[in-house]
């Protein structure tokens, strides 16, 4: 029987997990951020009574999944960290202390999201009800989120082009 991979089917890859939840996490983040919100705002549901609502129950349920993709992301680089043995050439990407860095950082930056940016935007719009003029701590904690979200995209292709490279190095050998 000839073999199609040099991988065997019971291996686990945790290189390709990790690169999947990201491609994954990064492709859900950029839907909602160029997709769903532009078309929204364009719609006019921005103006609507209960969009604050509406939002927050979109972003609760979105940070949710963000913070479970970084804790897989997290998992699986110090899963692929604790393989290397005591003398060996650190050559790998995805087990790099760069690896290790951005995996932190993406969840901070999905707890940060989660626990501290999300709820106090919403509650910020629930309590302007009808008034029209946004508060400048609305506006500085939209400045935070878009910061954050660059830097996110940015870590996480990083951490993309370390782990495609151990990837495809695995069908090399």
Known sequence: MTSISKLSLRQFSWDSAVLAVTLF??????????????????SGMMEQPGFASAGYSLFWAFNRVEVLCAALILTGLLVLRQRQTEFSLLVSGSRSRWSMMIGVGLLAIALLYTYLLTPEMSALGISLGETTAIPTAMNWMHAAYWGLEVLKLAAAGFLLRLCYQDVVAQFDR
Do not use: K
């Open 25 to 42: 996490w990064l492709s859900s983040s950029a839907l909602l951020d160029f997709l769903v919100m532009p078309l929204m705002y364009e």
